[in-house]
């Protein structure tokens, strides 16, 4: 059992910079791959980032490629998502995932073992 507890969240204006993190709960962190989904109000969730159990292997949505970046850090059991140039489209409920089947399969089917509660981001333009 993994609990995943976001935070970083808020309001800014367009163009500028939030950093998300994710605590997880557990001895099995560093065997889980992680990723960060968010939902905008009428639409489905979608995948924005993933990253494989060791750091090594990172994916990321086109629509965010070149502005956000993922990470984690094992010793802290905690997943990173850095937002720059932030457009008033990213604005959403941003979700951390746990998935134990490994990064490539979170990205490909993007339904994981775990849910965080989420987390407002609220761009302003």
């Known amino acids: 059992q993994v609990q995943l507890v976001e935070s970083g969240g808020g309001l800014v204006q367009a163009g500028g910079s939030l950093r998300l993190s994710c605590a997880a709960s557990?001895?099995?962190?560093?065997?889980?791959?992680m990723g960060w989904f968010r939902q905008a109000p009428g639409k489905e969730r979608e995948l924005v980032a993933a990253?494989?159990?060791?750091?090594?292997?990172?994916y990321s949505a086109d629509s965010v490629k070149g502005r956000f970046t993922i990470s984690r850090d094992n010793a802290k059991n905690t997943v990173y998502l850095q937002m720059n140039s932030l457009k008033p489209e990213d604005t959403a409920v941003y979700y951390c995932a746990a998935d134990q089947r490994g990064v490539n399969t979170l990205v490909r089917v993007a339904t994981p073992h775990y849910w965080g509660q989420g987390t407002q981001v609220t761009v302003s333009s």
């Open positions: 990253i494989s159990w060791s750091g090594g292997s990172t």
């Open positions: 557990g001895r099995t962190f560093s065997t889980y791959a």
